[in-house]
């Protein structure tokens, strides 16, 4: 079967650098996902990767390895805002979206 | 530009009911999504388009169905509806053909209880 694991929560403190870990098990791989989805609210865009290594955009980083199955989200100068739901997402080999359970990042002042 | 309507915002329902629920996008989207949210579990399936005209099961289709008249709407219809299907309902679209190789921008989603 196919299969996402994320961490189910994660705390971190205001201002620091957190790390939220994916990894897959699927049928096929054409690329991954990472939403960010704050309480009562719709998921949204943060980053996508296809090719090994890490893709930055600005305080948010992302990065891939294929050969591994594994992504992470890397959250720099965190803000409160950030305290959000985080959704790792891969497409498999039939173009299908297979969603993780999302990691709920609290942050702590 | 609104982006993804959705409608309801939230909806009681009695079991047995008949229930539509409403999505719109105005960005000219190819293909359209219907998730559904529980608590503890990944975002699941449950009918794609992708294209007017076409549409798809997903993982979690029963007791679901849909239609895509046009290009901007794609409501959601569940028969008679069960307590099981209490959950949160988003609708997403992108430009796509090809499944979701593309980022998908979801509505404000629509809160369904089912008694």
């Known amino acids: 079967g196919q299969n996402i694991d994320q961490p189910t929560e994660m705390t971190a403190t205001e201002g620091a650098i957190v790390q939220i870990n994916c990894t897959y098990q699927?049928?096929?791989?054409?690329?991954l996902f990472w939403y960010q989805q704050h309480a009562g609210e719709a998921p949204t865009f943060l980053s996508y990767?296809?090719l090994d290594g890490l893709e930055e955009k600005g305080r948010f980083s992302s990065f891939l390895s294929r050969s591994k199955g594994y992504s992470y989200l890397l959250l720099k100068e965190l803000q409160m805002k950030d305290s959000a739901s985080y959704l790792c997402?891969?497409?498999?080999?039939?173009?299908?979206?297979?969603w993780g359970a999302g990691t709920k990042l609290i942050i702590k002042p | 530009i609104a982006g993804i309507t959705q409608a309801p915002t939230s909806q009681i329902l009695a079991a047995g009911r008949r229930m539509t629920l409403r999505c719109t996008q105005d960005?000219?989207?190819?293909?359209m999504y219907w998730y559904r949210q529980d608590l503890g579990l990944g975002l699941r399936l449950i009918h794609y388009?992708?294209?007017?005209?076409?549409?798809g099961k997903g993982e979690v289709p029963d007791g679901y169905s849909v239609s895509r008249a046009n290009t901007d709407d794609f409501p959601l219809t569940l028969a008679s509806a069960v307590p099981s299907q209490t959950s949160v309902y988003f609708c997403?679209?992108?430009?796509?053909?090809?499944?979701?190789?593309?980022?998908?921008?979801f509505g404000p989603g629509t809160r369904l209880t089912v008694l």
């Open positions: 388009s992708n294209t007017a005209g076409t549409t």
């Open positions: 997403a679209s992108s430009d796509s053909t090809q499944g979701g190789a593309d980022t998908q921008y």
């Open positions: 699927t049928s096929g791989f054409n690329g």
């Open positions: 960005m000219r989207h190819n293909a």
């Open positions: 990767n296809v």
């Open positions: 997402a891969v497409i498999d080999s039939n173009y299908q979206l297979i």
